[in-house]
């Protein structure tokens, strides 16, 4: 049964057969692989994506453990999050979608381009940190957005976070389980 090669950009590969092969018909280790795998530099990455420079609005927003650092530029829509476009950073659309939500009910959704540098917590609390800084860096931008804003609670930390743990307890509040004998 003769051998398949895959050969791809980087890759070139021998696929063994089912089967296994006689001795004198097994390929070379040098045939079997040939591997020039490179990863691709930070700087080639960013390559595709320019990041704005200039003058620039910012605010920090938090949510549970997780810090954004915003900017807002003046641009054409575009959101980056630790130096990556929103929609590859963010793999569910919902959490785009709560990034956006700020600026769609000021009607402002093409006028900045975002920045943002976030750490700690997980991806839903990212997000909404990020919108928390996002309505505080349009407050640097104009006061009179304020009433809106506030209205629709974006300015507002939720102070929840996860509580700790008490002595005695097994979490935070619940008890060691009862045994009778």
């Known amino acids: 049964m003769p051998t398949k090669k895959v050969t791809t950009e980087t890759k070139?590969?021998?696929k063994k057969p089912k089967k296994t092969l006689a001795k004198a018909d097994r390929p070379l280790d040098?045939?079997?692989?040939?591997?020039?795998?490179?990863?691709?530099?930070?700087?080639?990455?960013?390559?595709d994506y320019k990041l704005p420079?200039?003058?620039?609005?910012?605010?920090?927003?938090?949510?549970?453990?997780?810090?954004?650092r915003?900017?807002?530029?003046?641009?054409?829509?575009?959101?980056?999050?630790n130096q990556k476009p929103a929609n590859?950073?963010?793999?569910?659309?919902?959490?785009?979608?709560?990034?956006?939500?700020?600026l769609k009910a000021v009607n402002l959704a093409d006028k900045f381009t975002i920045t943002a540098v976030?750490?700690?917590?997980?991806?839903?609390?990212?997000?909404?940190?990020?919108?928390?800084?996002?309505?505080k860096?349009?407050?640097?931008f104009d006061e009179t957005l304020r009433p809106t804003l506030k209205h629709l609670s974006f300015l507002t930390r939720d102070p929840r976070a996860k509580e700790?743990?008490?002595?005695?307890?097994?979490?935070a509040r619940r008890g060691r389980q009862f045994s009778k004998r």
Do not use: C
């Open 164 to 171: 700790r743990k008490k002595f005695g307890f097994r979490g």
């Open 88 to 102: 590859k950073y963010f793999t569910i659309k919902t959490h785009v979608e709560v990034i956006k939500s700020v």
């Open 70 to 81: 915003v900017r807002l530029y003046k641009g054409d829509g575009s959101i980056f999050v």
């Open 30 to 47: 040098a045939e079997v692989l040939k591997v020039e795998a490179k990863a691709p530099s930070k700087e080639a990455q960013n390559q």
């Open 137 to 140: 860096a349009l407050l640097t």
């Open 12 to 14: 070139e590969v021998v």
């Open 53 to 68: 420079t200039g003058k620039y609005h910012y605010a920090n927003g938090k949510r549970k453990t997780s810090v954004a």
């Open 118 to 135: 976030v750490t700690g917590g997980g991806v839903a609390s990212q997000a909404d940190a990020i919108r928390h800084g996002i309505a």
